[in-house]
C-alpha cells in the first residue's frame, strides 16, 4: 500500500493504472509486417499496420460499423481494409471508402482513434497519453542505442506474464533473487549499495559477483558453457526509467526491459540482453559490412540463458499474482529498500495520469 500524493488516501500499487503519458513498447519492428496485427495496452485493443511505404500507424482496433476488429482486416495500399463488409480507413482513422456505397450516399462520417507510433531500434514504441504532452522534449522513447551499434550483440526474449506489472519491476530491481537463476548462473551475492530516486525514475546500485568476463573473442563461449564461467565482482546497475528498465553488469553486459501492461493481472515485455564486444579493438578496424554480418550472425547467442532467466521469473511472478488475488489484503514482508522506492513511483507515476 502507498499513501497517494494527490488524495492522500491508500493505494494499492497491485492494482495501479500506468501513467498514459509516456512511450510504451507494443511490438518488435519484426512482428508487423504485411499483415495487422492486434495488441492491447493497458485495456486498450490497437492494431498496428505498415502502409506500402513500410511506416508503421496505429489505430483503435474496432471497426466503427460493426465493432468487429480492423485487425482481422488487410492492408490495402497505405489503407485498413475491414475484413466483414471490406470498409476502408486511413492512417487517421478516417473512413474513405466503402465498396458498396451508393452513388446518392455519402461516405459514414466516422472516425475511430488513432494513435503516435515510432519505429525506432527495432521496436514499435506507441503513445496512448494526452497528445498536447507529445511536444514536451522530456516525453521521448527511451529508445535503445546498442540496438544498431556493431560492437553489440542482442538477444531478445519475449515476456508474457499473468500478474501486474508492478511484481515484473520489483522482480528486475531487486537483485537479490539470483538465488532462483542458480542453474543460469548470471551473477551472485548481489548486496544493495546506493538508491537514488526521484519523479521519473529509481536507480539502484550493487555489488555482484558475475559469472561471465567477456575479454577474449572465446569467452562468448560462456554463454553456452557454463565449465568456462569465473566468478569475479562487477557492480550491478539497475534502474526503473518509468515505465522501462535499464541495467548492466560490469562493462560487458546491459540488458532493457520494454514494457507493454496488459491489465491489472497481465503483463507483457520485452527483455533484451546485449553482450558487448568493446574489448576486441582488432575487431573495430575490419570494414563495417564484415562487422555487421558478425553482429547479425551472434544475434541470439544468449537466448537459451535469456529464455531461463525468463521462465523461472514469470513463473514466481505468476504465484505472487496468484496469491495476491486470492487474498489482496495479506501481508508480505520486504527487506529491499528498492522495493518501496519502485512502489512509490509507480503509484506516482498512476496518479500524476490521472491528474496531469
Ligand atoms: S464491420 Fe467493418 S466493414 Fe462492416
Ligand atoms: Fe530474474
Known amino acids: 500500500m502507498q499513501v497517494s500524493p494527490q488524495t492522500n488516501q491508500f493505494v494499492d500499487v497491485r492494482t495501479c493504472g500506468i501513467n498514459p503519458n509516456h512511450w510504451y513498447v507494443v511490438a518488435r519492428?519484426?512482428?508487423?509486417?504485411?499483415?495487422?496485427?492486434?495488441?492491447?495496452?493497458?485495456?486498450?485493443?490497437?492494431?498496428?499496420?505498415?502502409?506500402?511505404?513500410?511506416?508503421?500507424?496505429?489505430?483503435?482496433?474496432?471497426?466503427?460499423?460493426?465493432?468487429?476488429?480492423?485487425?482481422?482486416?488487410k492492408v490495402i495500399g497505405n489503407?485498413?481494409?475491414?475484413?466483414?463488409?471490406?470498409?476502408r480507413f486511413n492512417w487517421e482513422g478516417n473512413c474513405v471508402a466503402v465498396p458498396y456505397?451508393?452513388?446518392?450516399?455519402?461516405?459514414?462520417?466516422?472516425q475511430i482513434c488513432r494513435y503516435p507510433v515510432r519505429e525506432l531500434d527495432g521496436f514499435i514504441w506507441l503513445f496512448p497519453g494526452d497528445l498536447d504532452k507529445l511536444d514536451r522534449d522530456s516525453i521521448q522513447p527511451m529508445g535503445v542505442p546498442e540496438w544498431e551499434h556493431l560492437n553489440y550483440i542482442a538477444t531478445v526474449s519475449s515476456i508474457e506474464c499473468k500478474g501486474h506489472y508492478s511484481f515484473l519491476i520489483e522482480n528486475l530491481m531487486d537483485m537479490y533473487h539470483g538465488h532462483l537463476h542458480n542453474?543460469?548462473?548470471?551473477?551472485?551475492?548481489?548486496?544493495?549499495?546506493?538508491?537514488?530516486?526521484?519523479?521519473?525514475?529509481?536507480?539502484?546500485?550493487?555489488?555482484?559477483?558475475?559469472?561471465?568476463?567477456?575479454d577474449k573473442i572465446w569467452s562468448i563461449s560462456q554463454l553456452f558453457f557454463p565449465a568456462f564461467r569465473r566468478l569475479h565482482p562487477e557492480p550491478l546497475d539497475v534502474s526503473y526509467v518509468y515505465p522501462h528498465?535499464?541495467?548492466?553488469?560490469g562493462k560487458d553486459f546491459k540488458i532493457y526491459c520494454l514494457f507493454c501492461p496488459v491489465n491489472q493481472n497481465y503483463t507483457r515485455a520485452y527483455l533484451i540482453h546485449f553482450t558487448s564486444l568493446n574489448s576486441f579493438w582488432r575487431l573495430h578496424k575490419l570494414p563495417v559490412r564484415f562487422r555487421?554480418?558478425?553482429k547479425n550472425s551472434?544475434?541470439?547467442?544468449?537466448?537459451?540463458?535469456?529464455?531461463?532467466?525468463?521462465?523461472?521469473?514469470?513463473?514466481?511472478?505468476?504465484q505472487e499474482q496468484q496469491a495476491y488475488l486470492n487474498d489482496p489484503g495479506r501481508r508480505t514482508y520486504e527487506l529491499n529498500p528498492a522495493i518501496a522506492s519502485v512502489q512509490k513511483l509507480i503509484c506516482q507515476q498512476a496518479a500524476m495520469g490521472n491528474y496531469q
Open 29 to 73: 519492428s519484426t512482428e508487423v509486417r504485411d499483415k495487422p496485427i492486434g495488441v492491447t495496452l493497458w485495456h486498450q485493443a490497437i492494431v498496428l499496420y505498415r502502409d506500402k511505404t513500410g511506416k508503421v500507424h496505429a489505430l483503435e482496433d474496432r471497426c466503427p460499423h460493426r465493432q468487429v476488429k480492423l485487425s482481422h482486416g
Open 79 to 87: 489503407e485498413l481494409e475491414c475484413s466483414y463488409h471490406g470498409w
Open 101 to 110: 456505397l451508393a452513388s446518392n450516399q455519402k461516405l459514414p462520417n466516422c
Open 183 to 214: 542453474d543460469y548462473q548470471a551473477w551472485t551475492s548481489a548486496s544493495l549499495k546506493d538508491l537514488n530516486t526521484d519523479e521519473k525514475q529509481v536507480k539502484a546500485h550493487y555489488e555482484a559477483q558475475s559469472y561471465y568476463k567477456i
Open 245 to 249: 528498465w535499464v541495467s548492466t553488469l
Open 292 to 294: 555487421r554480418y558478425l
Open 298 to 318: 551472434l544475434f541470439g547467442s544468449a537466448q537459451k540463458l535469456l529464455d531461463g532467466l525468463v521462465r523461472q521469473d514469470v513463473e514466481m511472478i505468476e
